[in-house]
């Protein structure tokens, strides 16, 4: 029996894919403490990407380590509607395919496709995360609108109407006029657009004069309600309580006075007031109770309110207001002025402030309880400074708008009666019935149903009720999830079991849109919040700081690193990048495949695909001697500790310290610490240090007793570094235990190691550094003078304590073998030869002779050679670099280069002026 010469990821993934779905592996084992996790639903606008990788690896990281350590793991996958973002993408694709448009087709027809391409994609997303190599449990998958959560969002609705907490009321919304409905705050992003201040005549409706107002956005003059001046300019006050006349509609509106609004140092010191278009100008008008009219149609377009300029639209409309200003004699100035606009994060437009009828939710009560969950310490948000931006969006206590003008997602469970319908026509026709609630409006009754998908518009007996348009913001039913997925409002025994939720792994976008209104449902229908912690990851960007996406070109789908570098690759560079410090950049590069097609990937893959290689080809190297020992075995060889060499102590002792760390990060959410961890353990410790050590060993032909001992620790580390790797590379982990213990359980079922403190030695692990430091020193002086690997060196070392020459005596055999040196010495304060390099070592420095492999003469002339060539190099650029024409008009890009280079020079200046005094 051999291993592959080559470590082939797809053939392995494809294995053990099929192993764990035919061993179900992945559902909770109904023993141990319970851990469950919720996966943050994905969109099913499209693909999945690196974002979405890191965000599943780390929460695959964290199952897979529980279930190791005997908890009973349940991870809940499922995907979500995204009811403005699935909607936009199906609407465009109409349009192009067919130049139609919604009303074209009616909503049924609409939300027919939507479904379709939800189909699609949920399927290909599935199929992403299941390479991936995701460990939920694929028999529980949920989407936001099938009919178990469907249920859970109609008896949310239900609870809070009937508890007042849900009410319909015209006020100021974010508008998509592209999309037509009303958005959130945070779906919002903010762009620098050059525009201007337009200073206009605001005229007395005497005629006795005017006074002098400045906006950015004169297309709205026509909806001012009052124009605003400070109670304590003297400018003004004279007519404060004065009556004005809007431009174009002769509509009178008074002067007020208002503190709050009006900065009288900032321009005219006047601000005209449209509360039906503005949010500042909304608050002043339900201060001073001003009308509020709007001039706008849902599309953006200006409506009979706008009097001439009704139809007009977006720049057109303002181009048409600024010239009828100038033709009335009433426009003063015009001036550039640079402002944060507003955009639609799905429809890419300009958001619009607008008066419209929507349906809120009460934040006040609901808000504070979701507040006292983090304060109190219930909720522990990693790292701590994002609990900051939860409770600073709580504070502000601002109801919820939960309508949304769409079709696709769910649709408010309200049904209204006709006039003529009466509660005893209510009561008739739902005798009985718990889940029908009537609420008596001012323009009839309405109907809230907890239970039905759908009432009939004749289950009133002689009416007609009809049910409401708009649908339920998408958070709305997103809220619900950790006790939707679960089966609430049914008390199933999976959310007896497995509610709370264990830790929620999210990011920081979604923090106030999910994970506060996630708290404040849990709280609200289960008396508890939905999970004790909270961990924000970093967000991944591409190499110029930019947000990863497909229409910009720079978005990386998943599966095609896994086919270029190996799944286990992708999960390992993913948790060595997540930091507590945002964000990540990963440097996108474009390339040709053989099919011709381009996919975009990173060359940052390639130290986890060398990891992989690494680790399979000391397995490779290892795997006949193992043989030739009988530790190709589920049971372990047995190690005698008594003729353990100190090399045997060091790994024994560096193997249980890193099960140590490797918990305690796991623990802290420490991710990147947990990969470099493993990374050194296994490449510097295992494969570069104590395989090196024990080469001599390893390759005797004959099995001696040393040998065998060798195998038997090697075979139990080896099997250490499989259960440690194995949360963060699952495949690779599995196959090597398969081949190296053949019998054994599978990995991902296997116990969590526990570390033994009997054999962590932290002197012998001291020792060790300290030699590996004088090793790493020696290998540097060749590098330095170019001594080639193959020539012997002598080193002598001196150190300032006993202790520490008593140290270095411990490990001199190891430091002569890998340093490669003819000879070997320490003492304290010993005098350095004559003709020496010198590096500083922990403890003390090291000389290195090199009489007799360089000729003192010639190596100086060498390096004085090549300093003054770097300086004169270095010279040419600070000349460039003083030359102010050059500075100031190259390009940035050539500027900065030129720099890099004088540093690279002074560098080598530096290096080779120490090089020279070392040998003087």
């Known amino acids: 029996m051999e291993m592959e010469t080559r470590y082939n990821p797809k053939i392995v993934e494809d294995r053990w894919h099929d192993q764990w779905n035919k061993n179900n592996d992945f559902a909770p084992s109904g023993k141990g ?3 469950s996790v919720v996966i943050p639903p994905p969109n099913v606008t499209g693909a999945l990407h690196l974002g979405h990788a890191l965000n599943d690896t780390l929460q695959d990281i964290l199952v897979r380590y529980r279930r190791k350590t005997g908890r009973d793991t349940l991870w809940i996958p499922g995907t979500d509607h995204a009811g403005i973002a699935t909607q936009a993408v199906v609407e465009k694709r109409l349009f192009q395919d067919e130049h139609k448009t919604r009303h074209d087709i009616g909503r049924d027809a609409l939300v027919e496709r939507i479904w379709k391409w939800k189909d699609e994609y949920e399927a290909r997303i599935t199929k992403q995360l299941k390479s991936l190599g995701v460990s939920c449990d694929w028999s529980r998958q949920r989407f936001t609108l099938d009919p178990v959560c469907a249920k859970a969002v109609r008896h949310a609705f239900f609870n809070l109407f009937k508890k007042g907490l849900i009410y319909r009321g015209k006020r100021l919304v974010n508008w998509d006029t592209k999309l037509q409905t009303a958005v959130a705050d945070d779906e919002i992003y903010y762009e620098t657009v050059k525009g201007h201040f337009w200073t206009f005549k605001y005229p007395l409706a005497d005629g006795s004069g005017f006074i002098p107002v400045s906006t950015t956005r004169p297309e709205t003059i026509m909806g001012d309600t009052a124009l605003a001046v400070h109670p304590n300019d003297e400018r003004y006050k004279q007519f404060i309580g004065k009556m004005l006349k809007v431009p174009f509609v002769n509509r009178e509106i008074p002067v007020i006075a208002d503190a709050i609004l009006v900065d009288m140092e900032f321009g005219t010191g006047s601000v005209k007031v449209t509360p039906a278009h503005d949010p500042n100008d909304y608050a002043t008008g339900l201060r001073h109770k001003l009308p509020m009219i709007n001039i706008m149609n849902d599309d953006g377009s200006l409506n009979e309110n706008a009097g001439p300029f009704q139809g007009m639209k977006g720049q057109a409309a303002r181009d048409a207001v600024v010239k009828g200003l100038e033709d009335l004699g009433l426009l003063i100035k015009v001036e550039d002025h640079e402002m944060q606009v507003g955009h639609s994060d799905r429809s890419k437009t300009v958001i619009e402030p607008y008066l419209s009828d929507q349906w809120f939710v009460k934040m006040d009560v609901l808000a504070d309880n979701a507040m006292k969950a983090v304060t109190s310490g219930e909720i522990k948000i990693i790292p701590e400074r994002y609990a900051n931006k939860y409770l600073d969006w709580l504070k502000e206590k601002r109801d919820w708008c939960i309508s949304r003008q769409l079709w696709w997602g769910h649709r408010i469970p309200i049904w209204h009666a006709d006039e003529t319908t009466t509660e005893e026509d209510l009561n008739k026709a739902f005798a009985g019935r718990n889940d029908i609630y009537y609420y008596k409006a001012q323009n009839g ?6 239970e039905e998908e ?6 009133v007996a002689g009416h007609k009720i009809v049910q ?9 039913s997103s809220g619900l999830w950790p006790h939707s997925t679960m089966g609430w409002p049914e008390q199933t025994d999976t959310l007896k079991k497995y509610y709370p939720t264990s830790v929620l792994v999210t990011s920081r976008d979604i923090i106030t849109l999910w994970v506060a209104r996630m708290v404040l449902f849990s709280q609200e229908n ?9 961990y924000i990851h970093p967000k991944i960007l591409d190499g110029n700081g930019m947000t990863m996406s497909k229409s910009k070109g720079n978005g990386v789908d998943p599966m095609d690193i896994e086919k270029k570098y190996g799944t286990d690759a992708l999960r390992f560079v993913m948790a060595s990048l997540c930091t507590d410090n945002q964000d990540v950049r990963l440097p996108v590069k474009k390339e040709k495949q053989e099919d011709g097609s381009v996919i975009n990937t990173s060359e940052k893959f390639e130290i986890g695909r060398n990891f992989s290689n690494k680790l399979w080809n000391a397995c490779r190297f290892l795997f006949p001697h193992l043989e030739q020992a009988g530790a190709l075995s589920k049971d372990m060889l047995p190690m005698d500790s008594s003729i353990f060499a100190l090399e045997d102590r060091w790994i024994l002792s560096r193997l249980n310290s890193t099960i140590q760390d490797a918990t305690k990060m796991l623990e802290e959410f420490h991710f990147a610490e947990l990969a470099g961890f493993l990374y050194r353990f296994v490449w510097d410790d295992v494969c570069s240090s104590y395989l090196e050590i024990k080469k001599a060993v390893i390759n005797s032909e004959t099995l001696t007793a040393e040998k065998k001992n060798a195998m038997a620790i090697l075979s139990h580390v080896l099997r250490g570094v499989i259960d440690l790797l194995h ?8 196959e090597l235990n398969a081949t190296l213990f053949p019998g054994s359980e599978r990995v991902i079922n296997s116990a969590w190691p526990k570390a033994d403190a009997s054999l962590i030695d932290a002197k012998i692990e001291a020792a060790f550094n300290q030699a590996f430091a004088v090793v790493e020193s020696v290998r540097g002086v060749r590098g330095r003078y170019n001594v080639s690997p193959a020539t012997k060196l002598k080193a002598v070392v001196s150190v300032d304590t006993a202790e520490t020459e008593a140290s270095v005596k411990d490990c001199q055999a190891i430091i002569t073998e890998l340093g490669g040196l003819e000879s070997f010495s320490v003492a304290v304060k010993a005098a350095k030869p004559k003709f020496s390099a010198s590096s500083v070592v922990p403890g003390g420095e090291l000389y290195i002779p090199l009489e007799g492999i360089l000729d003192p003469a010639a190596e100086i002339a060498r390096l004085e050679k090549e300093i003054e060539k ?3 190099f270095a010279a040419s650029i600070e000349k460039k670099l003083s030359n102010e024409k050059f500075v100031n008009g190259a390009p940035e890009a050539v500027v900065n280069a030129e720099r890099t280079k004088l540093a690279t020079q002074q560098d ?9 005094k070392e040998l003087r």
């Open 454 to 459: 759908n009432l009939k518009e004749d289950a």
């Open 908 to 916: 080598i200046i530096a290096k080779n002026e120490a090089a020279l």
């Open 526 to 534: 289960m008396g508890t919040v939905p999970f004790h912690t909270v």
């Open 445 to 450: 009754i309405w109907l809230i149903c907890s």
């Open 727 to 734: 949360p963060v590379m699952p495949f690779i982990t599995e």
């Open 33 to 35: 403490e319970p851990f």
């Open 468 to 476: 409401e348009e708009d649908v339920l913001d998408t958070w709305f």
């Open 870 to 872: 770097a300086k004169a």
